[in-house]
């Protein structure tokens, strides 16, 4: 038995090691940086707290840290919702069920780089969607800036990364429905149960473990969010879809703060950390089946 | 949502800077052996970089056996950020790539890089150099960089467009402002403007308007510390500029500046759909690709847009300086490559009239233009050299972080959540503090 555990670990081991460079030890050098005024180029000084005070009186970090919650609220609610009905509607047809799963799963292969450029010119003011619809004698997309109107730019920007997102989940929670007994749906069928309830009393409690996994990880990837938001807009216009990745690799890459933005990085590990800690207390203290 | 990749490489960024260690370790470095030196450039073509490991790397290791330069090609979008990562980490290339003296500084103030007061003695630079340019690229007194490309801030239009709704080019305010509300009028837009994927092109913007609203002396006295930034010729100038953006004059309202690019504006300015375009001297390599047959743009300095300010002002820009890293095993072979760069004035003539890139501030003979120089180009380097009214180019002499205030903050006063005086006073608190700390460039006293 510790022969076979030895062996274990020497399979982890580079792996473990891999991850100590490149998480543990900068991870470990940010919080030390975050106690500093470090510029990213001369000696780091010791300024305590300072960067976290500051931060919770700086206007743009809290209006990129409302922007994650609603980032996050959004995903945990639209694409989770697509993924479930796309994916329980499939469950239901058998002919052509692979052409859509593809179909929906291609967006998600597509470099982001690639999509969100494309979506850049769909959504152009002068070149795209609406100048194209207008020419074509519909002109209610015409005077709509979807990327240079701060009132929707942070809406625009999450449309097009659910646009790729939301497939996804379909995939995922396809594999999760087809592993259900089709024994339980035909019983419920027999007591006259419809389709909503079929979804409502089997489909869902079955999937439970998928559902609240890819929920934790909805949170996290929400308050990681960058791609997109940096491709289409980089925060802008004004920080209207400003996140708090964006306003950190400003502050740690152009406004030479580099202690600063490791406050924020430090903030962002705590709210993952805390999201993984409610998920495993869930699980742990109140047995939570997932 | 992020795809995993994309969560590794947000720890990466949060890990602050981890990317720093990174880059280090995957950076050519300047473990050069002996006589080897490194230089990381980057470069708007492929026959633009041809032409430079020619005629400058190929040539000079050719005419030296002693030192042999290493080139390593970067991205022209990435070389600032990847350098600036690399010699933050201790490493980087022998010969240290800047965007102007203001990154530089930088550098310098971290002693990240040498002094190299007995290098210019021994080759002989401030002869050869324009004393504006000299004085810029000196901290403290020593000289860290050596500038070599310069350019200036011009208004670009094409003639054709001009002459067919009889304007000519202005050079006050008054008659910008009757073009803009002609341009207006006709449905074009009067001058482009936008930041799409380039938040820092506000920058050029700003450099123009400060220039030509404020004017050089009001910009001197601000980057000495004698005017502060919130002073009312400034809060004037950006309440015009603001103004002017309002009526959708710049980029032709203000949320299609945040949509709109380079490239969209320089392509309207060739179809006749934007009437001027205020932009850097740079683009004079670029600009023929917009214009087909026998279309042409043309440049004219910045109109004067206040009274007190003479028409016609060149804000200048170091574009492209050179040091040597703190860490080159051979600083004298650094050295003596950025020597070879600029010794003979005349390559640079030949560099600029072969490829449009700008050249270095050097003293160049007026008649030693090759003739195969693009008039234009040609034109636009005789009039700096004999102009008096040179004025102060953003990133070329504000600091660090009052530079990214300015591009960065602007969006806010053009989005109307921010006041120009509020603006104004954000930028006079973040000078102050680098002020103090010594990292402004030196500027050159007005000469008009």
Same mark, same amino acid.
């Given at each position: 038995m510790r022969g076979a555990q030895l062996k274990a670990w020497l399979f982890m081991a580079p792996l473990v090691a891999v991850n100590l460079l490149v998480i543990a030890g900068p991870g470990l050098m940010s919080v030390y940086y975050s106690f500093t005024d470090w510029d990213g180029l001369n000696s780091p000084g010791l300024v305590g707290f300072a960067n976290y005070t500051a931060l919770f009186g700086d206007a743009d970090f809290l209006r990129a840290l409302l922007h994650n919650l609603l980032w996050t609220a959004f995903f945990l609610v639209v694409p989770m919702s697509l993924g479930l009905l796309g994916a329980f509607l499939l469950t239901r047809i058998k002919r052509f069920q692979l052409v859509f799963r593809v179909l929906y799963f291609v967006p998600y292969v597509i470099a982001t780089v690639v999509s969100a450029t494309i979506w850049r010119q769909i959504l152009s003011p002068t070149s795209g969607i609406g100048p194209a619809l207008s020419d074509l004698g519909i002109p209610w997309l015409k005077d709509v800036n979807f990327l240079g109107d701060g009132d929707i730019a942070l809406g625009t920007v999450a449309f097009v990364n659910n646009w790729q997102w939301w497939g996804f989940l379909v995939v995922i929670f396809l594999a999760s429905m087809q592993s259900i007994e089709p024994s339980l749906y035909e019983a419920a069928r027999m007591d006259g149960a419809n389709t909503w309830r079929e979804f409502w009393h089997i489909t869902l409690p079955a999937i439970r473990p998928t559902f609240m996994f890819l929920s934790l990880m909805t949170v996290i990837w929400s308050f990681l969010v960058f791609d997109y938001i940096y491709i289409l807009t980089q925060g802008g216009p004004a920080g209207s879809t400003d996140v708090l990745s964006t306003v950190m690799y400003r502050m740690a890459f152009e406004q030479q703060q580099a202690g600063y933005a490791s406050a924020i990085g430090v903030i962002l590990a705590l709210i993952s950390a805390a999201t993984v800690g409610g998920y495993l207390y869930l699980r742990r203290r109140l047995k939570w089946e997932m | 949502m992020p795809s995993p990749m994309s969560r590794r490489s947000l720890i990466k960024l949060g890990g602050g800077l981890l990317t720093a260690g990174t880059l280090a370790a995957c950076g050519s470095g300047s473990s050069s052996g002996s006589g080897t030196v490194t230089y990381w450039a980057a470069f708007t073509g492929s026959d633009v970089e041809r032409y430079f490991k020619k005629n400058f790397i190929d040539r000079f290791n050719k005419s030296t056996k002693s030192v042999q330069v290493r080139m390593d090609v970067k991205q022209l979008q990435t070389l600032g950020k990847l350098t600036d990562t690399a010699v933050a980490a201790g490493r980087g290339p022998d010969v240290v790539y800047s965007d102007g003296p203001s990154s530089a500084l930088s550098f310098a103030k971290s002693s990240n890089t040498v002094p190299l007061d007995s290098y210019a003695k021994k080759y002989g630079w401030q002869d050869k150099f324009l004393p504006w340019a000299w004085e810029a690229s000196k901290v403290d007194g020593k000289l860290y960089s050596v500038p070599v490309g310069y350019g200036s801030v011009v208004l670009y239009y094409s003639p054709a467009v001009f002459k067919k709704n009889g304007w000519a080019v202005p050079k006050s305010l008054a008659e910008f402002e009757d073009i803009c509300t002609a341009a207006k009028a006709k449905g074009m837009i009067p001058v482009g403007a936008g930041n799409s994927g380039y938040t820092a092109q506000s920058e050029w913007y700003l450099t123009a308007f400060l220039n030509a609203a404020a004017g050089p002396q009001a910009l001197y006295e601000a980057l000495t510390g004698k005017r502060p930034w919130d002073d009312k010729v400034f809060v004037d100038a950006i309440t015009l500029y603001k103004q002017q953006i309002d009526k959708g004059w710049w980029g032709g309202a203000p949320d299609r500046y945040f949509t709109n690019t380079d490239t969209d504006m320089f392509t309207g300015l060739a179809q006749g759909k934007v009437a001027m375009y205020i932009t850097g001297t740079w683009s004079f390599a670029s600009a023929?690709? @917009? @214009?087909?047959?026998d279309q042409k743009w043309e440049w004219a300095p910045l109109p004067s847009l206040s009274d007190t300010v003479k028409p016609g002002v060149f804000p200048l820009a170091i574009g492209t300086a050179l040091s040597v890293n703190a860490r080159a095993k051979n600083p004298a072979g650094a050295a003596e490559f950025i020597d070879s760069m600029i010794a003979d004035p005349q390559d640079m003539l030949d560099y600029l009239a072969a490829t449009g890139t700008n050249p270095a501030p050097l003293k160049f003979d007026q008649s030693a233009y090759p003739p195969s120089t693009d008039d234009r180009v040609a034109r636009l380097y005789q009039t700096i050299q004999q102009s008096t009214n040179l004025g102060y180019a953003s990133w070329c002499f504000m600091p660090p972080k009052s530079d990214t205030y300015l591009y960065t903050e602007f969006d806010k006063v053009i989005t109307g959540s921010m006041k120009p005086a509020e603006f104004c006073k954000g930028l006079q608190k973040t000078f102050a503090d680098e002020l103090a700390a010594g990292s402004v460039p030196s500027p050159f006293e007005p000469t008009s």
């Open positions: - | 023929d690709s @917009f @214009f087909t047959g």
